[in-house]
Every structure is written in C-alpha cells, then in structure tokens.
C-alpha cells in the first residue's frame, strides 16, 4: 500500500491524512516543522498525553477548548493552578475531563517552570535531543524512537508525567525534531527545507542521553 494519497490540489500527502478533511490543513502548515517557542512545545506535549487512548482527530477538533481552558498553555500561570481549577477543568465539556491528566498538566508546567530555571528554555532542553536523521526507521514506521525513549526517560526523572515513549514520539514527528512524512509526501520536501535554515536554540544538532 502507497504511503501517500493525492491531496485537494492532487499533489501526494501523507495517508493519515485522509482520516479528516482537517487533517489536511494540519498537516501541510504545521505537523513536522520545526518549533522553538516554549509555549507551543508545552502545549504539544500536554495535548499528546490528552490523546493518549483516543483518536488525534478528538484533540484537535478540541485544541481550541483546550487553549481557553488552559489560558493558551502558559505554563508559568499553569503552575500556579488550585484545586478549584481541577474542579472548573472537570466541569468543561469542552476538553477531555480526565483527572489524572488534567492534573498531569498542572505538574508539568511546574516541571517546564524548573526545566526553564535550570536550563533557560524548554526549547533548548527538547531539541538536545534530536536525532540524526541517519538513524531513523523508514517514515511512519515505529511508534517510539531511541529519541522519543532518551526524552521520556529524561523527563521523568524531572518528575514530568504522561510522558511515555510513543507519546513523546508523536511529539518530536510534529514539533519536527523528525521529519516523518512520507517519502513522496510534497510536505515533506518544504519540512526539509525549513529543517536545513532552523537555527537549534542552544545549538543542538544530535541526540544524546
């Protein structure tokens, strides 16, 4: 089976795609390339652990929910969530009502808040573990990656939850510390090219452990 299928214009895309009409637009503007901005890293990581046990396509149909729910993932006012914000994230029929991953949230934003004082941004922390594209499996191929296994481990000995290898490893492919479109893919291409002039804050090039 071809690992793409043609898009609205009739140029090839990533199968997955064909999932959702909205997954198109996602696709072609934002999954694989690179991201440096510590509040859209945060978000990713905690709408990978939302989606844990159910379909992408839930989440991002949600993410909208989620931004007003979480005052935009800014982790720092995050952290300073109560036990009242539990209760009013419970009550929102908008977002995923999962305590445990609500609560998750909040940890992780006062994890990202000592990662940042430690290390001056999660941007600089996260792409230090970037892989050598050598290394990798065939696109789309594996659930988890040596990467996505080094940053897991790493961020929960910080004390960071919902953080599992195969969820940090559709975090790096959509925050393009990997780029796994598809061979033939016409996104994949552009990712490449954005890829080749990104500047890795703190200078990180390869993964390491």
């Given at each position: 089976?071809t690992?793409?299928?043609?898009?609205?214009?009739?140029?090839?895309?990533?199968?997955?795609?064909?999932?959702?009409?909205?997954?198109?637009?996602?696709?072609?503007?934002?999954?694989?390339?690179?991201?440096?901005?510590?509040?859209?890293?945060f978000?990713?990581?905690?709408?990978?652990?939302?989606?844990?046990?159910?379909?992408?396509?839930t989440?991002?149909a949600?993410?909208?929910?989620?931004?007003?729910?979480?005052?935009?993932?800014?982790?720092?006012?995050?952290?300073?969530?109560?036990?009242?914000?539990?209760?009013?994230?419970?009550?929102?029929?908008?977002?995923v009502?999962?305590?445990?991953?609500?609560?998750?949230?909040?940890?992780?934003?006062?994890?990202?808040?000592?990662?940042?004082?430690?290390?001056?941004?999660?941007?600089?922390?996260?792409?230090?573990?970037?892989?050598?594209?050598?290394?990798?499996?065939?696109?789309?191929?594996?659930?988890?990656?040596?990467?996505?296994?080094?940053?897991?481990?790493?961020?929960?000995?910080?004390?960071?939850?919902?953080?599992?290898?195969?969820?940090?490893?559709?975090?790096?492919?959509?925050?393009?510390?990997?780029?796994?479109?598809?061979v033939?893919c016409v996104?994949?291409?552009?990712?490449?090219?954005?890829?080749?002039g990104?500047?890795?804050?703190?200078?990180?090039?390869?993964?390491?452990?």
């Open positions: 089976m690992q793409t299928i043609p898009g609205p214009d009739g140029q090839p895309r990533c199968r997955w795609c064909s999932a959702a009409p909205e997954f198109f637009a996602y696709h072609d503007t934002e999954w694989g390339f690179p991201v440096d901005d510590d509040r859209r890293l978000e990713k990581l905690c709408l990978e652990s939302f989606q844990s046990g159910l379909s992408w396509r989440i991002l949600k993410r909208d929910n989620f931004r007003r729910a979480f005052h935009g993932f800014d982790f720092h006012r995050i952290a300073g969530y109560t036990d009242g914000d539990v209760a009013r994230l419970l009550a929102d029929a908008g977002i009502r999962h305590r445990g991953k609500i609560e998750a949230v909040i940890n992780n934003a006062r994890r990202a808040q000592e990662l940042v004082a430690e290390e001056g941004s999660l941007a600089a922390y996260v792409w230090r573990f970037e892989p050598d594209p050598a290394t990798l499996p065939a696109p789309q191929t594996a659930p988890t990656s040596d990467a996505s296994i080094a940053l897991s481990k790493a961020l929960k000995k910080r004390g960071w939850r919902f953080v599992g290898p195969t969820t940090v490893h559709a975090f790096l492919q959509a925050m393009g510390l990997i780029n796994d479109h598809a033939g996104i994949r291409e552009r990712v490449e090219v954005v890829r080749a990104f500047v890795r804050p703190g200078g990180g090039l390869v993964a390491h452990g």
